[in-house]
């Protein structure tokens, strides 16, 4: 059984940081591309970030130059490094990764992390 489980969300001002973390966990052979979503309040969910298992990203426009998405391959984890916060960075925030287990390939998701920005 494999699982993602977000961390690191919380409450900050805005012009503030915040850093999460998605750790993968199970009977995994590889992780393929692992992304970051969100799903504002009223709001579709959408992508915010990604990285290939070769380390090549790609950022939603909303967010280039204010956040940073890495990998650490050796501990099956992702990261979202969040700066310069702004109120419409408010979301729930989501990993996504395609990952191979011990039978086959499918599309996980994790939990979700609140993320508020706000004065």
């Known amino acids: 059984q494999v699982q993602l489980v977000e961390s690191g969300g919380g409450w900050v001002q805005p012009g503030g940081s915040l850093r999460l973390s998605c750790a993968a966990s199970?009977?995994?052979?590889?992780?393929?591309?692992m992304g970051w979503y969100r799903q504002g309040p009223g709001k579709q969910r959408e992508l915010v970030a990604a990285?290939?298992?070769?380390?090549?990203?790609n950022y939603a426009d909303s967010v280039k130059g204010r956040f940073t998405v890495s990998r650490d391959n050796a501990k099956n984890t992702a990261y979202l490094q969040m700066n310069s916060l702004k109120p419409e960075d408010t979301a729930v925030y989501y990993c996504?990764?395609?990952?191979?287990?011990?039978?086959?390939?499918?599309?996980?998701w994790g939990q979700g992390t609140q993320v508020t920005v706000s004065s």
């Open positions: 996504n990764a395609g990952i191979t287990g011990s039978l086959y390939y499918d599309d996980y």
């Open positions: 199970g009977s995994i052979r590889r992780i393929y591309t």
């Open positions: 990285i290939t298992s070769g380390g090549s990203t």
